[in-house]
């Protein structure tokens, strides 16, 4: 069971279908399988607007990438008590093509040092994260054509107006990320909130929430949190975590972490 456990941030880490991957953040209200039966109605000019502006910001920063990830990860003991936490930092280098190769900067385990450690996880991982690993956003001007997306609904969210979307991105032939994603009314992207349809047979919930960087000129990603809870026969193992993203360049492609 304790390599199960072990393994498990290592899966998570690479679902961020971050998005992915995000990547990759959020519950069951993400899901809205009634909303795709409108979305053939018409739409108004103003909530079609706000979608399409959005999706002109996202293209400005499409070749920006992060070349550093600072992230802190827990798992969770049935009472809810944290049993283990892990933080650090990964490199980010690209290639001509926008893939990434990740390394590990430094990974602490509980307080004691896990970077060797961390490094071999991630190597013996690689292959896994073409399925989970992903920077696509449904603001990404090259997924239009194959996104599914509900009407826009003008919210209220601590004050400010927003434009909700739901909405259903085919990742693959097999597996779509579904949820909601927000929009400032100025046009600018606000946040993700999203799962996995269908899950992974490991899991039985991943909640994944992307934040854009409001304070940024260029619509740029500030954080993903998740969430996770998974089981294998009698166990059952529950945590989640946040990455955030540093050191942002241009590069001559779309950044790719799968």
Not at 18 to 34: E, M, N, Y
Not at 160 to 184: H, K
Not at 198 to 224: G, N, Q
Not at 232 to 252: K, P, Y
Request: hydrophobic share 40%.
């Amino acid at each position: 069971m304790g390599g199960l456990q072990g393994n498990y941030f290592d899966v998570i880490l690479n679902t961020m279908n971050v998005w992915s991957h995000k990547v990759f953040v959020l519950g069951c209200a993400l899901l809205f399988p009634a909303a795709f039966s409108v979305m053939a109605q018409t739409r108004s000019s103003s909530e079609a607007e706000i979608w399409q502006a959005a999706v002109r910001r996202r293209a400005e920063s499409f070749t920006m990438a992060p070349g550093e990830l600072p992230y802190e990860q827990y798992q969770l003991e049935s009472d809810g008590n944290v049993a283990h936490r892990e933080t650090g930092r990964m490199s980010l280098a690209y290639g001509a093509d926008g893939r990434a190769a990740i390394s590990i900067i430094w990974a602490k385990r509980d307080d004691v040092d896990f970077t060797a450690e961390r490094g071999r996880r991630l190597e013996k991982q690689a292959s896994r994260r073409n399925e989970f690993l992903s920077l696509t956003t449904p603001f990404d001007p090259d997924v239009q054509d194959r996104l599914e997306r509900g009407p826009g609904t003008r919210v209220l969210a601590e004050g400010a107006a927003l434009w909700q979307y739901e909405f259903r991105l085919p990742m693959n032939e097999d597996r779509s990320i579904v949820g909601t994603a927000r929009v400032w009314e100025d046009g600018r992207p606000c946040d993700v909130r999203y799962t996995l349809d269908p899950l992974p047979w490991f899991l039985d919930i991943i909640e994944m929430h992307l934040v854009f960087d409001t304070e940024a000129e260029l619509p740029l990603f500030h954080t993903v949190d998740y969430k996770y809870e998974a089981s294998f026969l009698f166990w059952v193992w529950r945590g989640g975590g946040q990455a955030s993203f540093d050191a942002w360049t241009r590069i001559s492609s779309p950044p790719r972490l799968n």
